[in-house]
C-alpha cells in the first residue's frame, strides 16, 4: 500500500469513526427542569348551582385542584377564572397549597380558593364557566381543566314591553322594495340585562300566520329592533291590516304578557 492509499484509508476510518460517535445515544434519563410544565388533576367545586337575587347578589363557592410540579421549576400561581354566561370575564382568583380554609393541609400538592363575585350591577343567570391552571417560574403553563356551575335568581319577575314604534300605515312601492323598521322597548325588574330577547308573532289581513321573528338588540337600556324589505305586488292578501303580537323573554325563559299592534299596508295613489 503506497503512500497515497494510506491517507485515503486513514480517511476513510476517520469519517466512520466521527459518525459512529455522533450517532451515540445519549442520556435520556437527564430531565431538564426548565422544560416541564406542572401538570393539574383531580377538580372539584363545592356548588353545581349557586342560587341567589338580582336584589342582593352573591356568587359563592369553593374550589381545588391537585397540583404535580412534574419535574419542573417551583410553581409561579395557580389560578381560577370565571366567565359570565356572555364569556365575559367575571373575576380572577388565586388558589393556595398554605393551610389557610379554605385549604386544609399546608404544603399537600392540594390547591384550594375561594370564588367570590360581588357587586354584582346586573345578574347574569345562566351557565358560567370555570378555567383552572399553574404556572411555574420558568413560565410554563400546565393543562387547562374547565368547568360549568349554573347560577339561578330566586326572585325572578318575567320582563315587559314598555313601548312599541310602528308606523300606522306603508304604501307598498310600485315596484322593487323598501325597508320597514319596527321597534320595541322591554325592562324587567331585575334589570336590562336580564332580557335575552323581544320576538313577534306576524299575521296577513287575512288572518294568516306569516310566522315569528326575532328582533335585535340595540342596546343595554332595552330597545330592540326589526328591519324587513317590503315589496311591491298586486295581491289582495297583501293590503290591509297586518297585525304583530310582541313578547319579552328573560334569561330564565320568563315570557311577558304579549302587546298587539298593527300597521296597514296601503296600495299606492
Not at 421549576?73 to 388565586?94: H, M, Q
Not at 300597521?263 to 295613489?269: A, C, D, E, H, S
Amino acid at each position: 500500500m503506497n503512500k497515497i492509499e494510506k491517507q485515503i484509508l486513514f480517511i476513510l476510518i476517520s469519517a466512520v469513526l466521527f459518525l459512529l460517535n455522533s450517532c451515540e445515544k445519549k442520556d435520556s434519563s437527564i430531565i431538564d427542569p426548565c422544560c416541564r410544565a406542572p401538570l393539574i388533576s383531580n377538580f372539584y367545586k363545592t356548588k353545581d348551582t349557586v342560587f341567589t337575587t338580582s336584589f342582593n347578589p352573591q356568587i359563592n363557592l369553593n374550589v381545588s385542584v391537585n397540583v404535580d410540579l412534574n419535574g419542573g421549576s417551583p410553581l409561579k400561581s395557580v389560578i381560577c377564572r370565571v366567565l359570565f354566561p356572555d364569556n365575559s370575564l367575571a373575576g380572577t382568583f388565586p388558589l393556595q397549597d398554605n393551610g389557610v380554609s379554605p385549604d386544609s393541609i399546608s404544603g399537600d400538592g392540594r390547591y384550594s380558593g375561594t370564588i367570590n363575585i360581588s357587586n354584582i350591577s346586573c345578574l347574569l343567570v345562566g351557565q358560567y364557566t370555570i378555567n383552572v391552571y399553574a404556572e411555574n417560574t420558568d413560565g410554563y403553563i400546565s393543562n387547562q381543566i374547565n368547568s360549568k356551575f349554573i347560577v339561578v335568581n330566586t326572585q325572578n319577575f318575567p320582563p315587559y314591553i314598555t313601548s312599541l314604534n310602528l308606523p300606522d300605515s306603508v304604501v307598498r312601492p310600485v315596484t322593487g322594495f323598501i325597508n320597514l323598521t319596527i321597534e320595541a322597548t322591554a325592562n324587567d325588574t331585575n334589570g336590562f340585562c336580564d332580557i335575552k330577547t323581544v320576538q313577534f308573532d306576524a299575521y296577513r289581513p287575512t288572518g294568516n300566520y306569516i310566522g315569528r321573528f326575532e328582533m335585535k338588540k340595540e342596546n343595554n337600556f332595552g330597545l330592540f329592533s326589526f328591519t324587513a324589505p317590503v315589496g311591491a305586488s298586486t295581491a289582495d292578501s297583501l293590503f290591509g291590516y297586518f297585525k304583530y303580537y310582541f313578547q319579552a323573554i328573560d334569561n330564565s325563559n320568563a315570557v311577558s304578557q304579549i302587546v298587539k299592534d298593527s300597521i296597514k299596508f296601503v296600495r299606492p295613489n
